[in-house]
């Protein structure tokens, strides 16, 4: 009697220290190959961008989708190239002309201080004498170190092509077939919870869609504003700021306050009106863009509160490095629909919230 409920003990346990097992094991796998993770994350968004282009060409076209997945690379294709002959060349040329004549704008922001320790001498202790080089060398040396951190794989340009081609090829292939690994991913779960899980997925899917193509409208749109404000202003280097501004929205709140700040420095020896009027520019651009463009282009799928937006991106950036940043909010669209649909919905047994 001992030895059979023994036997049964140690069926019963089995499985349990098996689960155990695997996910410490998991766990492991997924810290060792994090980069690889994150990788395939972003395949994932680029998969989910040219899935969503092939539906949309076979709802209007009634194409075959393996054709209108051939036409959706195509189309993002000549698009890539028509954005580069039109704006990389003076993009590039107006970032030369600035590295160029840095010097000359940091000389500038020294007399700006030296101006300003005048104007209130109570800031002299702070940012007086020998104390305006050493603000101006601080300043120079974070941005270098920023630039070193944003793209450590340029100095590396094997490894980040293999990255790249791998990334471009992991994601052709889950957006031609996205089905197929759908059911791969179903069937490991249990029998049971099947049909959960594809529901799940299904959810998560349609938020990271809606963030991915209503990011690219609200990037464009954001830089597209900044643009045109600047060219008003007459700031310098106004078409590089302005695409930066574009690209910068893609890290919520932080990249808004880098776009801001940045073009009013190359503009401090134009005196205090042009400053207000270009960091003016960039709150009035933002305003509109956080309320009146993303209101219109963003989902209720992939409304995120303010407060885990901010917190993603520190969380994500100081796990993952600069390279985080790119995904982390999307990852908390992903990490929402799971505590809504696993969490609440599952466990909890609340009703589904409304769409």
Do not use: C
């Amino acid at each position: 009697m001992p030895e059979s409920v023994t036997a049964s003990r140690r069926v019963t346990l089995t499985p349990g220290v098996a689960a155990v097992a695997v996910l410490v094991l998991g766990l492991w796998l997924a810290g060792r190959a994090v980069s690889l993770l994150l990788l395939l994350f972003i395949a994932v968004l680029v998969a989910v961008y040219l899935s969503a282009f092939t539906d949309a060409i076979v709802a209007r076209t009634r194409w075959p989708r393996p054709l209108a997945f051939t036409a959706a690379i195509i189309a993002t294709l000549l698009a890539l190239w028509g954005i580069e002959a039109l704006l990389v060349p003076p993009v590039v040329e107006q970032t030369r002309a600035l590295a160029t004549n840095l010097p000359t704008y940091v000389s500038a922001w020294q007399a700006w201080l030296a101006r300003l320790v005048d104007r209130v001498p109570a800031l002299a202790p702070f940012v007086g004498g020998d104390r305006q080089q050493d603000i101006v060398d601080a300043v120079v040396s974070q941005a270098q170190s920023l630039v070193a951190g944003l793209f450590p794989q340029v100095f590396n340009l094997l490894h980040g092509l293999i990255n790249f081609v791998s990334m471009l090829v992991m994601a052709v292939y889950l957006a031609r077939a996205p089905q197929l690994y759908v059911d791969f991913v179903v069937r490991l779960a249990p029998p049971r919870h099947r049909d959960a899980t594809r529901d799940v997925l299904a959810s998560m899917g349609t938020a990271l869609r809606s963030w991915v193509f209503a990011q690219l409208f609200n990037m464009a749109a954001l830089g597209l504003l900044t643009t045109i404000g600047l060219w008003v202003l007459d700031v310098p280097y106004w078409l590089a700021f302005g695409i930066f501004a574009g690209l910068a929205a893609i890290v919520p709140f932080f990249g808004t306050l880098v776009s801001t700040i940045l073009p009013a420095l190359f503009v401090l020896d134009a005196g205090a009106t042009q400053v207000v009027l270009v960091l003016l520019l960039g709150i009035v651009v933002h305003v509109v863009e956080g309320n009146v463009v993303a209101p219109m282009i963003f989902h209720k799928g992939v409304n995120l509160p303010p407060v885990l937006t901010i917190l993603s991106v520190l969380v994500v950036g100081t796990l993952l490095g600069p390279a985080g940043l790119l995904v982390a909010v999307p990852l908390l669209a992903v990490t929402l629909v799971l505590v809504r649909r696993v969490l609440q919905e599952r466990v909890y047994g609340d009703p589904p919230a409304p769409e």
